[in-house]
């Protein structure tokens, strides 16, 4: 018999180094996680990335057990990360802050394909392209 689902979290946390403070403390104290654990096995499993923020979609059973699932990073902190950006625009439809080629616009497709709503890689490529655009950053 499977497991009654209690909860449903979503966090976003650095890569191998979480820690109990808040967010994940304040967060995941109420729903009655042992926060240590989580901790230890997220960093222990995110290691090799450091350096990334990962979304985390984490389910909390009723007997206080948990499962997570770690998805690839934010497309706008993977073309802030690609172009060697801090921060996108402030006044994106005005003021460009890098470009974007058809080359670096594929591989982001391709790695983020798992996470996007799309059937094909055009339309990951136009979700993709579109974060870009809203952060100020041409597409070329």
Known sequence: MAKA???LIKLQLPAGQATPAPPVGTVLGPAGVNIGEFVNQFNSQTRDKMGSILPVLMTVYTDRTF???IKKPPASRSILKILGLEKGSG???SSKVGKLSKQQLEQLATDKMEDLNANDLEQAKKIIAGT???MGVDVG
Do not use: D, L, Q, Y
């Open 67 to 69: 499962t997570f699932v």
């Open 91 to 93: 006044t994106p439809h």
């Open 5 to 7: 689902v209690a909860k």
């Open 132 to 134: 870009a655009r809203s």
